[in-house]
């Protein structure tokens, strides 16, 4: 599975757009990236997944450069309900998807 | 959105105790997994499960674990004795198909005193 590494905490203003950017310079052929956010006490909640260029969902945007070593993840808008713990993943669908590694993630804590 | 239910919500025991954690994946869901977070710290893998075995499991999920799905619908952990360091949020998840997302239930919060 492909390290990845993200910032450790991002604080932002309600209204405001959050992107998240997350390193992965190893991430092989067949790898997906996908992004899970948690909130205090409940389990991980799926976002998004892509695999390249942009993907676009009613939650979140996710940007992939061409050379697919970083992703962005973008929250349109943040509210309050936002706060909580954002993490990239990157792995193959057939292969590590029941075997998700969760790094650290990013505390993302929006304030009025 | 359909949701995986875990029960209890909170566990206390003693240590040397067993306990069984109950987990009911979404009902279409062939994956199964338990995951386990420690206050503070990464969301952990535990055991993958699929077509009535084992299909994965980490270093933590040593013989004190075990996993059964009993019947069609339930999924569980069973820890035989328990120790001080197994106190965590334990999560189940499930997917309906190996290319699919993971669903998570709410958790159990297991103390061991």
């Known amino acids: 599975l492909a390290k990845t590494t993200q910032p450790i905490s991002m604080d932002s203003y309600e209204g405001q757009e959050v992107n998240i950017t997350c390193s992965h310079n190893?991430?092989?052929?067949?790898?997906?990236i996908t992004w899970y956010q948690q909130f205090p006490s409940q389990g991980p909640r799926f976002i998004i997944q892509g695999y390249k260029t942009k993907v676009t969902n009613e939650v979140a945007s996710l940007f992939i450069p061409a050379d697919r070593k970083s992703s962005t993840l973008s929250l349109p808008r943040v509210s309050l309900s936002d706060t909580a713990v954002y993490y990239c993943?990157?792995?193959?669908?057939?292969?590590?998807?029941?075997?998700?590694?969760f790094g650290a993630g990013t505390q993302v804590v929006v304030t009025p | 959105e359909p949701e995986v239910t875990q029960t209890p919500s909170h566990q206390v025991t003693q240590m040397g105790q067993e306990v069984i954690l109950r987990c009911v994946p979404i009902?279409?869901?062939?994956?199964f997994y338990w995951y386990r977070q420690i206050l503070g710290q990464k969301v952990e893998f535990l055991v993958s499960f699929y077509n009535n075995e084992i299909s994965e499991k980490s270093e933590i999920f040593d013989d004190q674990f075990s996993v059964e799905r009993p019947d069609g619908s339930n999924f569980t952990l069973k820890i035989r004795s328990t120790k001080l360091e197994d106190s965590a949020m334990y999560f189940c998840a499930s997917r309906e198909g190996v290319n699919e997302k993971l669903f998570f239930g709410s958790g159990t919060q297991l103390s061991v005193l």
């Open positions: 993943l990157v792995g193959d669908p057939s292969r590590s998807w029941g075997k998700l590694q």
């Open positions: 009902s279409n869901h062939l994956y």
């Open positions: 190893n991430i092989a052929t067949n790898d997906y």
